[in-house]
């Protein structure tokens, strides 16, 4: 049973920063990729970040040069470095992973999901 869990929401101001976690432990090394998912309040879950069993990482247009998806093999932890956040990037995160060598901001077939953290970004 695939496992997720994340972690690091909180409540910060405009252009202020955060980095989520997801614990991984069964699909962090290994032929799963991984992603990071959100929905904001009335509004349907969207991709922002995904990380190839390659290594390679695609983001959402939204989050492109503000946010860094990586991992630590060690750790067993995927993280979400988010920087400059805006109102618009208030949310649940959710980690996500599907044993895919990629993954899809835009389908979420196939995928295991966390429980979701909560981000508020406040001006």
């Known amino acids: 049973q695939v496992q997720l869990a994340e972690s690091g929401g909180d409540s910060v101001q405009v252009g202020g920063s955060l980095r989520l976690s997801c614990v991984a432990p069964?699909?962090?090394?290994?032929?799963?990729?991984l992603a990071w998912f959100r929905q904001g309040s009335g509004k349907e879950r969207e991709g922002g970040a995904t990380?190839?069993?390659?290594?390679?990482?695609l983001y959402a247009e939204s989050v492109k040069g503000r946010f860094t998806i990586s991992k630590d093999k060690a750790k067993k932890t995927l993280y979400l470095q988010m920087d400059n956040l805006k109102p618009e990037d208030s949310g649940i995160y959710y980690c996500?992973?599907?044993?895919?060598?990629?993954?899809?901001?835009?389908?979420?077939?196939?995928?295991?999901w966390g429980q979701g953290t909560k981000v508020t970004v406040s001006s």
């Open positions: 996500a992973s599907r044993a895919f060598t990629w993954c899809s901001l835009t389908e979420e077939d196939n995928y295991y």
């Open positions: 069964l699909v962090i090394d290994s032929n799963y990729c």
């Open positions: 990380l190839s069993t390659e290594g390679r990482t």
